[in-house]
């Protein structure tokens, strides 16, 4: 069974900083592909940053240059570096693992974790 376990969000100043964590199990960790997703009340779920198996990693135009996400292959474990948080980034935030072969496509989800930016 594959879970998802991100750490506990939290409430920061604006301009503050955070870690959140993903805890990866019951999957092949290091040949999946993480990434980081947030939805903010009344609105869709958006990308915020993905990190493939190689490293390779993107990011949401809005968070580029504050936030660095990572990956240690030898905890199955994801990080993402909130730097200069703004109250715009408050939203719950999700962890993902996708992987697409040619017999088809795994996504799982994590629980997710509320961050709250106050101004």
């Known amino acids: 069974q594959v879970q998802l376990v991100e750490s506990r969000g939290g409430l920061v100043q604006a301009g503050g900083s955070l870690e959140l964590s993903c805890a990866a199990s019951g999957l092949i960790f290091s040949i999946y592909t993480m990434g980081w997703y947030r939805q903010a009340p009344g609105k869709q779920r958006d990308l915020v940053a993905t990190?493939?198996?190689?490293?390779?990693?993107n990011y949401a135009d809005d968070i580029k240059g504050r936030f660095t996400i990572s990956r240690d292959n030898t905890k199955n474990t994801m990080f993402l570096q909130m730097n200069s948080l703004k109250p715009d980034d408050t939203a719950v935030y999700y962890c993902n693992a996708v992987r697409t072969t040619p017999s088809g496509t795994r996504n799982y989800w994590g629980q997710g974790t509320q961050v709250t930016v106050s101004s």
């Open positions: 990190i493939t198996s190689g490293g390779d990693t």
